[in-house]
């Protein structure tokens, strides 16, 4: 080997021993940087992972918020009543009556879409059984049972004082048909007028609208279904109802309600109802019907009176030939609250479904009777009543025990 080959291979070896070190501490940087590198990564994993989690968490909170929301727009409520009568039959030789019965069991249901729109309904089951195979068999237990709609309408406010509803309603005719709830009135039992003149509860489906202005005045206007009356059934207006259940349309009616609230304590109202064919063309014996009511409800404090008067006039040979062409009852009850659980009531009712006649048809009732309210929504209620009757029919004297409550 020359003296100069051996010179440069001496030289490039010092120069690696030279250079170690620093090779080294970029290995090392390098083995640094990367573990450094895989730890960012990590780390961005994490935070994409938190920020994933927490989007999660938001959308949950979101979702919560917005079901609450919702379900305070809904409202349940309901209320019913058990009713126990005894009375003794004035009629010779007529059957009395001792019966226990849960009236009703309703519940209520409202949504609120939004501010200016809503839906209302109540679902009713009458006398607390119904069984499909003995609907349609009276003589079978359990067949006068009932379950209905009583009301399902949408209402939408279209300005402050103007309402406009559609769907299944109640009528505004009567002190009772829009408020039957029992904690609200008195007597375990719905008086006998707005039972047979003014058939509560009584809805119809159809439009409607509510206009209220100033000095307390309200004016209700609907375009609903109509009544189906027949010779049948006597042409009470009672068993005219045909609840909307594929009911017959051929003939609409007319309802306008005036009411007045102008003085604290005190709400009169007029209503009246008109029907072209108050048989749905299925007699034409029976022709156009007109119902005329007025009420007035005064409570200046613990006192209480009210007083209601109702007529229908029907028009055609049939209605005429039995007296059912006029039908009308009247009722007066003064109430007092002892204290805010206890208050007392008398009533007396006339009522009369064939009045358009010479003959004896006219039925009356008093009642008197207390009502104790455990709560403003659970009641307890007792009363006796006595009635004359036409001769030949039957009269009930005896006592009604209820129990009421709404919520």
Same mark, same amino acid.
């Given at each position: 080997?020359?003296? +100069?080959?051996?010179?440069?291979?001496?030289?490039?070896?010092?120069?690696?021993?030279?250079?170690?070190?620093?090779?080294?501490?970029?290995?090392?940087?390098?083995?640094?940087?990367?573990?450094?590198?895989?730890?960012?990564?990590?780390?961005?994993?994490?935070?994409?992972?938190?920020?994933?989690?927490?989007?999660?968490?938001?959308?949950?909170?979101?979702?919560?918020?917005?079901?609450?929301?919702?379900?305070?727009?809904?409202?349940?409520?309901?209320?019913?009543?058990?009713?126990?009568?005894?009375?003794?039959?004035?009629?010779?030789?007529?059957?009395?009556? #001792?019966?226990?019965?849960?009236?009703?069991?309703? &519940?209520?249901?409202?949504?609120?879409?939004?501010?200016?729109?809503?839906?209302?309904?109540?679902?009713?089951?009458? +006398?607390?059984?119904?069984?499909?195979?003995?609907?349609?068999?009276?003589?079978?237990?359990?067949?006068?049972?009932?379950?209905?709609?009583?009301?399902?309408?949408?209402?939408?406010?279209?300005?402050?004082?103007?309402?406009?509803?559609?769907?299944?309603?109640?009528?505004?005719?009567?002190?009772?048909?829009?408020? +039957?709830?029992?904690?609200?009135?008195?007597?375990?039992?719905?008086?006998?007028?707005?039972?047979?003149?003014?058939?509560?509860?009584?809805?119809?489906?159809?439009?409607?609208?509510?206009?209220?202005?100033?000095?307390?005045?309200?004016?209700?206007?609907?375009?609903?279904?109509?009544?189906?009356?027949?010779?049948?059934?006597?042409?009470?207006?009672?068993?005219?109802?045909?609840?909307?259940?594929?009911?017959?349309?051929?003939?609409?009616?007319?309802?306008?309600?005036?009411?007045?609230?102008?003085?604290?304590?005190?709400?009169?109202?007029?209503? &009246?109802?008109?029907?072209? #064919?108050?048989?749905?063309?299925?007699?034409?014996?029976?022709?156009?019907?007109?119902?005329?009511?007025? +009420?007035?409800?005064?409570?200046?404090?613990?006192?209480?009176?009210?007083?209601?008067?109702?007529?229908?006039?029907?028009?055609?040979?049939?209605?005429?030939?039995?007296?059912?062409?006029?039908?009308?009852?009247?009722?007066?009850?003064?109430?007092?609250?002892?204290?805010?659980?206890?208050?007392?009531?008398?009533?007396?009712?006339?009522?009369?479904?064939?009045?358009?006649?010479?003959?004896?048809?006219?039925?009356?009732?008093?009642?008197?009777?207390?009502?104790?309210?455990?709560?403003?929504?659970?009641?307890?209620?007792?009363?006796?009543?006595?009635?004359?009757?036409?001769?030949?029919?039957?009269?009930?004297?005896?006592?009604?025990?209820?129990?009421?409550?709404?919520?």
């Amino acid at each position: 080997m020359s003296t +100069h080959t051996s010179f440069r291979l001496a030289t490039l070896a010092g120069s690696l021993l030279l250079s170690w070190p620093a090779l080294a501490a970029e290995s090392e940087l390098a083995a640094r940087l990367e573990a450094l590198e895989r730890e960012l990564a990590q780390v961005k994993q994490e935070l994409a992972a938190q920020k994933t989690t927490q989007n999660q968490q938001a959308q949950a909170i979101a979702s919560a918020s917005n079901a609450a929301q919702e379900s305070a727009k809904t409202t349940v409520g309901g209320y019913g009543e058990l009713v126990y009568n005894r009375w003794d039959n004035r009629l010779a030789g007529g059957a009395d009556k #001792d019966q226990i019965d849960f009236r009703r069991f309703v &519940l209520y249901l409202g949504h609120d879409f939004n501010e200016r729109l809503r839906f209302r309904s109540e679902l009713e089951f009458a +006398h607390a059984k119904l069984a499909g195979d003995e609907v349609g068999n009276p003589s079978a237990p359990g067949a006068q049972g009932e379950f209905e709609v009583e009301q399902a309408q949408i209402e939408y406010d279209f300005g402050k004082n103007l309402l406009g509803r559609a769907g299944l309603m109640l009528m505004p005719i009567g002190i009772l048909n829009e408020t +039957h709830e029992p904690a609200t009135f008195y007597g375990a039992d719905r008086n006998p007028v707005e039972t047979y003149i003014i058939p509560t509860t009584w809805r119809e489906g159809g439009l409607g609208a509510n206009y209220r202005w100033a000095d307390g005045f309200t004016l209700d206007a609907l375009f609903t279904s109509g009544l189906k009356l027949s010779a049948a059934d006597g042409y009470a207006v009672r068993d005219g109802r045909q609840h909307v259940a594929k009911a017959t349309a051929k003939d609409g009616a007319y309802t306008a309600r005036l009411q007045w609230n102008g003085l604290p304590g005190l709400t009169a109202a007029a209503s &009246l109802y008109y029907q072209n #064919d108050m048989a749905q063309g299925t007699d034409p014996t029976i022709g156009a019907g007109w119902l005329s009511e007025a +009420h007035a409800i005064w409570n200046p404090g613990p006192f209480t009176l009210k007083a209601l008067y109702a007529q229908w006039n029907v028009s055609g040979s049939g209605p005429k030939a039995t007296g059912a062409n006029v039908q009308r009852g009247w009722y007066v009850e003064p109430s007092y609250k002892l204290n805010e659980r206890l208050g007392a009531f008398t009533r007396y009712n006339r009522w009369d479904n064939q009045a358009g006649d010479g003959t004896d048809s006219q039925y009356g009732q008093w009642n008197v009777g207390l009502n104790y309210w455990l709560d403003p929504g659970v009641v307890l209620k007792a009363d006796y009543q006595w009635q004359t009757a036409p001769a030949g029919k039957n009269a009930f004297n005896g006592i009604n025990l209820g129990l009421g409550y709404q919520f």
